[in-house]
Each structure stands twice: as C-alpha cells, then as structure tokens.
C-alpha cells in the first residue's frame, strides 16, 4: 500500500484468487453445524454479518444469540478473529442501568468498529434506553465529543431476555436460539 491508496488499515491477509474447495466445504460444515443444522438460520446468520459490515443502520436491530451452547458464542469469534480491525468485544455489563464505563466502551465502537459483541450479556438490569440509543445509531456524546456508530450488535446468553411490555425492544432484538454442542 502506498499513501495514494488512501488507506489507514488493512486486514492481515494473504489474498489469493485461488479457492480451495476442501477448506469451504469444511467451513460450510461447520457453519451449519453451529447453526443448529438448519440452512435458512445460517443463510439469516450470513446476512447479519454482512449487514454489519456495511456499516448501514436503517434496521435498527440487534441479535440476541440464547442457549445453552458454546456455538453462540463461537460465531462470534470467528467473525473476530477473521475481521479484527472491524469488531470489539465490550463488557457482559455495558448495556446495564447504572454501568460507570458505558461512556468509554462506547467510545471503543467509533469507525471503523462494525460489529461489537457482548458475550453473556447480563439481562438483570438491563437499560432498553441505553440499548435503543445504541441499535438505533443515534451520536453518543463522550467527553463532549459525538461519537457517530457504525456497528452492530451481537449478544449472547443463556435465558431470554427480560424486555416487558416494551414493543419497541422487542422490535430491535431479533433472537435466534442455539442448541447444538460441540
């Protein structure tokens, strides 16, 4: 890269145009197998994360990943692990009424953050406004500074989350349950 290209970051990958049809068969295997071996849960899967990636956020949605299951939590790390200059892990408490670091986890979510993962999301006082804040997109002010956010969100935990009567959380969070075990 040269500074023409106009690029800050780069993946640390060794493109290549060459496919290898063993590995993609392994990981369309193993997707599924996460995905509870149902086709239209990983076909959904795909699109969110792709979705995050665009860094668009007219759905103003979030997913919510339940079960008693290590592979919610495995989806998320490989999206990590494949894209790390676009995703974050914050802390099981950020979303919580009352989390003295919400502003400075937030602020770990600036561009070009697409994704953010809050694994075992802790559902007992959880604030739908601050959350709603979040899906939705709105500027988020930290040390009088907007923070406008890019990304989107994927929790995971092992109950359903308490929402209420709440019809506009229940709007945002679109929970797909996990079962299978590795």
Same mark, same amino acid.
């Given at each position: 890269?040269?500074?023409?290209?106009?690029?800050?970051?780069?993946?640390?990958?060794?493109?290549?145009? #060459?496919?290898?049809?063993?590995?993609?068969? #392994?990981?369309?295997?193993?997707?599924?197998?996460?995905?509870?071996?149902?086709?239209?849960?990983?076909?959904?899967?795909? =699109?969110?994360?792709?979705?995050?990636?665009?860094? #668009?956020?007219?759905?103003?949605?979030?997913? /919510?990943?339940?079960?008693? *299951?290590?592979?919610?939590?495995?989806?998320?790390?490989?999206? /990590?692990?494949?894209? $790390?200059?676009?995703?974050?892990?914050?802390?099981?408490?950020?979303?919580?009424?009352?989390? $003295?670091?919400?502003?400075?986890?937030?602020? /770990?979510?600036?561009?070009?953050?697409?994704?953010?993962?809050?694994?075992?999301?802790?559902?007992?006082?959880?604030?739908?406004?601050?959350?709603?804040?979040?899906?939705?997109?709105?500027?988020?002010?930290?040390?009088?500074?907007?923070?406008?956010?890019? =990304?989107?969100?994927?929790?995971? *935990?092992?109950?359903?989350?308490?929402?209420?009567?709440? #019809?506009? /959380?229940?709007?945002?969070?679109?929970?797909?349950?996990?079962?299978?075990?590795?």
């Amino acid at each position: 890269r040269t500074k023409a290209d106009y690029v800050s970051k780069c993946l640390d990958i060794n493109y290549t145009e #060459e496919i290898d049809g063993n590995i993609i068969t #392994e990981v369309k295997i193993t997707l599924t197998r996460i995905c509870n071996d149902d086709n239209s849960l990983l076909n959904f899967i795909l =699109c969110y994360f792709g979705y995050c990636l665009t860094g #668009e956020r007219s759905s103003q949605c979030f997913l /919510m990943a339940i079960g008693n *299951s290590e592979s919610k939590s495995m989806l998320a790390n490989i999206f /990590m692990k494949a894209l $790390p200059i676009y995703s974050r892990q914050l802390h099981r408490k950020t979303f919580n009424e009352d989390y $003295p670091k919400y502003d400075k986890q937030l602020a /770990m979510t600036t561009v070009p953050i697409r994704f953010v993962f809050v694994d075992d999301v802790d559902l007992n006082k959880l604030d739908c406004s601050t959350l709603k804040d979040f899906v939705d997109g709105d500027p988020v002010v930290y040390d009088d500074v907007n923070i406008n956010i890019q =990304c989107k969100l994927y929790c995971t *935990s092992d109950t359903d989350p308490k929402f209420g009567t709440d #019809e506009s /959380m229940k709007r945002r969070c679109i929970l797909t349950k996990f079962t299978n075990k590795f």
